[in-house]
């Protein structure tokens, strides 16, 4: 049992605090606190009388160290759990630190002004929290999170040796807009614009963006496209998973998506150099997003499912393998639990189980550790019970 503060309340977060409210044997008390405090209020009113969770709410600019040690101080938390903007992490890191507090979050460090996140920023931490006494856990979401979990678990029960991982993030839905983002239209937006790359022998290929095209059948979604993607738990899992020589991630993108989000180039919308307007400096990635769809809001009009998981190759016994590992998420059966699409829930579940497990000590540091490094065993129990079962699949199809 224990206190978790949890920051910021968009859609990941309100997921996550949906299932520490039904986890309440373990959190016993929460605090929300985001920039805009309205949001948590009504997050806390919907909430606080089906649970036997106590939960508080404040309002805190995570870019202000001082404010965060403020509030960590006055709450005592046993865990941070970080579900802000990639934009957030050193500053909550250091009032972590600060505080002698353990921290969890889902993406890694992202300076605001260069679309380029990598770890080594949060790595930088590891000495320090060691001395500190305290744990950090980075990306406990499904990708990165769960992703990495899956790698563990078939690097101890199923392969003496992995040698590829292909990650497989499919998201089937359908929202009926023309265009709009399932999370965070900004941090979306960064990520599917950037140049692709895989992992291999050692170090990253980079491709241009959307440059490497394959198709899969996934089960209960079937036939998609899908696209190579660089994504941050290539970095770490390509230095935790001895014997590794390729690690690639794609994920599903419709026609539609691509065109306008081509156009959107094509005009200067999706720049995150600042330009002038009346006077005004704008970015337009950010004026992008306050004209699209809060993802939010796009709960109650997503049907079809998602399916995300990892194909790994290697050898047993001697024998190659091949071993698939992956779950299927419906959005409407989430939506109709928690009040959230399928790409949220299938964020804030993991980020539940992972301050869960950091805040009952199953997973101890001290250090800054990527999600891999644990023993994967009690979250992949926890998947199963907190709503995210996995399938497992021995003669998988293949991406060529
Ligand atoms: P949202 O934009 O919906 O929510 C972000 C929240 O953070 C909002 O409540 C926002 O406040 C708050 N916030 C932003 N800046 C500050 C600040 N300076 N101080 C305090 N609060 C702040 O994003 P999502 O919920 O979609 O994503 C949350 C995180 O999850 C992101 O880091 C994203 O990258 C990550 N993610 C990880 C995935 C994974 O699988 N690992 C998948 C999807 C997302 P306000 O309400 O005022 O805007």
Redesign the pocket.
């Known amino acids: 049992m224990g206190k978790a503060l949890i ?8 997921v996550a605090i949906h299932k520490c409210c039904q986890n309440s044997d373990e959190f016993q008390e929460i605090m929300i ?4 405090k309205s ?1 948590c209020d009504a997050l806390k009113e919907k909430l606080e009388n089906t649970t036997k969770t106590k939960i508080s709410t404040a309002q ?4 202000n160290v001082d404010e965060l040690i403020e509030l960590i101080n006055g709450f005592k938390p046993d865990v941070v759990l970080n ?6 992490d050193l500053t909550i890191m250091d009032a972590c630190l600060a505080t002698k507090t353990s921290y969890v ?3 890694n460090y992202e300076p605001e002004d260069t679309a380029k996140f990598e770890y080594k920023w949060q790595w930088a931490y590891r000495e320090k929290f060691k001395e500190a006494g305290i744990t950090a856990l980075l ?7 769960v992703t990495g979990v899956f790698s563990a678990y078939a690097l101890k029960h199923e392969f003496d040796e992995i040698n590829y991982i292909d990650i497989l993030d499919c998201n089937g839905g359908d929202h009926g807009y023309p265009f709009a983002t399932n ?2 239209p900004e ?1 979306n937006i960064r990520e599917v614009s950037a140049n692709g790359s895989y992992w291999e022998d050692g170090h990253f290929i980079e491709t241009k963006p959307m440059e490497i095209k394959r198709e899969y059948n996934f089960d209960q979604v079937g036939m998609k496209d899908m696209y190579l993607l660089h994504h941050e738990e290539l970095e770490s899992l390509g230095i935790n998973i001895p014997g590794i020589k390729r690690i690639r991630f794609f994920m599903t993108f419709g026609e539609s998506y691509l065109t306008y989000l081509k156009c959107l180039e094509d005009v200067g919308m999706t720049s995150i150099e600042p330009i002038e307007f009346e006077g005004k400096q704008i970015v337009p990635l950010q004026f992008l997003k306050a004209v699209l769809p ?3 809001t796009l709960g109650p009009r997503t049907v079809g499912k998602t399916n995300i998981g990892c194909i790994f190759q290697g050898k047993k016994d001697g024998k190659d393998k091949t071993y698939y590992l992956y779950n299927v998420c419906d959005h409407q059966e989430c939506y109709k639990e928690v009040g959230s699409q399928a ?2 829930y ?2 804030g579940v ?1 980020a539940m189980i992972g301050a869960m497990l950091i805040m009952n000590g199953t997973w101890k540091g001290p250090g800054v550790f990527n999600i891999e490094e644990f023993d994967p065993d009690p979250f992949m129990d926890a998947l199963n019970k907190w709503g995210l079962p996995w399938i497992e699949s021995f003669n998988p199809e293949m991406v060529p």
């Open positions: 920051i910021g309340c968009g859609g990941v977060a309100s606190a985001s920039r805009t949001k805190v600019d995570a870019n579900l802000a903007l990639p934009y957030q979050d889902t993406a990306g406990s979401g499904f990708d990165p999170g999370f965070n941090i809060d993802p939010a790409v949220s299938t964020t993991p």
